[in-house]
């Protein structure tokens, strides 16, 4: 019989039971600091992963920009030939003067590169029809004059009808008109008008031609021959004349680029070969390398430097198919 003064026995267990199953003020402080170190930790494996991607993708973007460019550059200047105007000047390469120089330490064996941008145009032979094709790089602000040390990676095209062929042909005596192509190439304003731009980022960019043995012909094309030389002076103009006084040295000389002029009164009168060296910052980098130059343009070029290792560099060398024969 329940006696009506005392509750029933099984209530006072299940209520101690209860309170001995709820957590202590310690213990919930010691379940949030865990959690928080594992949300940190968590996060800052999300974050580097984060970074090594957007890393890894921008280095995608820039060697697949590179590639193309380097592709698109390779196929026309295989096909170059030699247009059969005497004193034509077929190939010219040439250092971009509104370019600066960057000394920068190679990824291997710390190596010094002193980067150069040159400017060169070549023919190729379309149907009837002949094409001046020029790649140079330009600022990366259209139309700025300063100074730059990287820019932006432009392709110029022109034509030459047969027509103009057989007019030039009768110009011998008059440079400026006989070499049409390449006054418009080198004139800065009417350079930019029959350009397109390829890539940015560009701060590297040299060609060297080779002979069919594989040896470049550094300096001067004509390779001392001072009776070719001074014929070939002779059909330009004193601005031409002057700028075809290349110095006859076996390396180039740090810091300075190789020119070049070839035509059929050159010695030879084409390379057998075109070796063209390109390099390209990322788009990180030459987002930080701008707002740097702007502010001061000295320290750009240390800025570089301290940041060689994200350059890219590519070199290719290029058979001339067309080409007359190396002789």
């Known amino acids: ?90 190939l010219f390469v040439a250092r971009n003067p509104q370019s600066v120089p960057a000394r920068l330490d190679r990824l291997a064996g710390g190596e010094l590169l002193t980067t150069v941008l040159q400017n060169f145009l070549f023919h190729v032979k379309v149907g009837e029809q002949w094409a001046a094709i020029g790649y140079w790089v330009g600022p990366l602000v259209t139309n700025s004059t300063e100074r730059f040390a990287v820019g932006r990676l432009y392709r110029y095209a022109t034509n030459v009808s047969p027509v103009q062929v057989r007019a030039m042909a009768s110009m011998r005596n008059d440079e400026a008109q006989l070499n049409g192509a390449l006054t418009a190439f080198k004139d800065r304003d009417a350079r930019f008008g029959r350009s397109a731009p390829v890539v940015d980022g560009i701060v590297h960019l040299r060609v060297i031609a080779y002979r069919a043995d594989g040896i470049p012909l550094y300096g001067t094309n004509l390779l001392g021959v001072e009776r070719d030389f001074d014929r070939y002076k002779s059909t330009l103009s004193a601005a031409a004349a002057a700028d075809a006084a290349f110095a006859t040295v076996v390396e180039p000389v740090p810091g300075e680029s190789v020119q070049y002029l070839f035509s059929d009164l050159s010695f030879p009168q084409a390379p057998a070969m075109l070796e063209i060296e390109m390099g390209i910052i990322e788009p990180q980098l030459l987002k930080q390398y701008t707002s740097i130059a702007e502010a001061q343009p000295a320290e750009g070029g240390r800025f570089l430097a301290r940041n060689a290792g994200k350059i890219h560099l590519f070199r290719q060398r290029i058979p001339l198919r067309n080409a007359p024969p190396f002789r």
């Open 1 to 90: 019989m329940r006696c009506p003064h005392h509750p029933p026995e099984s209530r006072i267990p299940a209520r101690r039971s209860r309170l001995a199953r709820a957590f202590t003020v310690l213990e919930l402080m010691l379940s949030i600091a865990i959690m928080t170190v594992l949300v940190i930790a968590l996060y800052t494996v999300f974050d580097q992963t984060q970074r090594a991607l957007r890393s890894t993708m921008s280095q995608v973007d820039v060697l697949e920009g590179i590639r193309a460019s380097a592709d698109l550059i390779g196929r026309e200047v295989e096909g170059a030939g030699h247009l059969p105007v005497p004193g034509y000047t077929n």
